[in-house]
């Protein structure tokens, strides 16, 4: 072999060896592993930093009891912090956990399970799992205080419930106390709700966890609700109490005011009434055939609003809603 083809062939050796060649430093290039770096993995990054969706090593998102988390994150302090990666049995809520576990203070704890509420120790609840946890949002009528009622997760007063159609506004009903949307398919009822009958109802058997969830929705109380804060709902729907968007059930007059009717129709307590002066319900019927009854007051109204059958669920039989004041 001439003396030029051992020259070419000493580095190929190396290389066929697997020992690395560097120039004329002492070793190989520092590993980038701070913000800014390229990353697969949070582990691929140093310093607190995590991997971002555009693949690059940056700095976590901060966070309060006010502004959360993504998922998959966890506050590092709830006066304020940072957001790190969650641990495998971190939690928000409850259904974040098996059956059997419960949330507390951001982590799923092993707990008693259950079959109601006796089979719980001191002030704990059986939830929707069957499970022993403190309570949270009302289940149900029984959780509020006097006469308030259970609607979407909190306790409302009478006067801020409905009984008829006309007390919830265009393109929504009354049903059960609260106002819910007039639908068609699901896709037009609101957060951890489906559509029976023409209108938009809880959906409490949507989830046992919140693995069955859409990504950013959580299990709570058997439905699949987004986490929020003050305004981050979309839609119709309002931030409850206990941090989850829910649809909105507030009452909405149809009305303010005059120019609110069709000419010749009045406003009255929030709902748009046809005058009957004749005092004959032909003369009702003539501008809608749902109006049956010509009232004392020489004004128009259905059947249903001078003899209603329900004010709630509770006046009705069992499976059956009260529905614009008539069980169904």
Excluded: K
């Excluded at 072999?1 to 051992?6: K, P």
């Excluded at 058997?205 to 929705?217: I, K, N, R, Y």
Aim: aromatic content about 4%.
């Amino acid at each position: 072999m001439n003396l030029r083809a051992l020259l070419l062939a000493a580095p190929m050796a190396v290389v066929l060896t697997g020992c690395p060649i560097y120039g004329d430093d002492d070793g190989p290039p520092p590993l980038c592993v701070g913000i800014g770096c390229d990353c697969d993995f949070d582990s691929d990054c140093d310093g607190g930093a995590i991997c971002g969706d555009s693949g690059w090593c940056e700095a976590p998102p901060e966070c309060s009891d006010s502004d959360p988390c993504p998922d998959g994150f966890v506050c590092t302090g709830a006066a304020g912090g940072t957001c790190i990666p969650a641990p495998e049995d971190a939690c928000v809520t409850d259904g974040d956990c098996p059956v059997g576990q419960a949330c507390e203070s951001g982590t799923c704890v092993g707990v008693d399970t259950c079959d109601d509420d006796s089979d719980c120790d001191g002030s704990l609840v059986c939830d929707y799992r069957g499970t022993c946890v403190e309570p949270g949002a009302c289940r149900g009528h029984d959780d509020c205080s006097g006469d308030d009622r259970c609607i979407e997760g909190s306790c409302i007063a009478p006067a801020g419930t409905c009984q008829f159609n006309y007390e919830c506004g265009a393109g929504r009903v009354c049903v059960n106390g609260g106002c819910t949307p007039i639908c068609s398919n699901p896709d037009q009822c609101g957060s951890g709700s489906t559509c029976e009958s023409g209108v938009c109802v809880p959906n409490p058997g949507e989830c046992v966890t919140s693995d069955s969830c859409a990504t950013g929705e959580h299990c709570v109380g058997g439905r699949c609700l987004p986490q929020c804060t003050a305004g981050s709902c979309e839609g119709d729907e309002v931030c409850s109490a206990d941090g989850f968007c829910r649809p909105n059930p507030e009452v909405r007059p149809f009305c303010s005011g005059p120019d609110d009717c069709a000419a010749g129709s009045l406003c009255v307590d929030g709902a748009c009434r046809t005058p009957c002066p004749s005092g004959e319900a032909m003369e009702c019927q003539q501008t809608d055939v749902s109006l049956s009854v010509c009232a004392a007051d020489d004004l128009c109204y259905t059947e249903n609003e001078t003899n209603p059958e329900c004010e709630n669920e509770d006046m009705c039989g069992e499976g059956r809603r009260c529905i614009d004041a008539i069980c169904r």
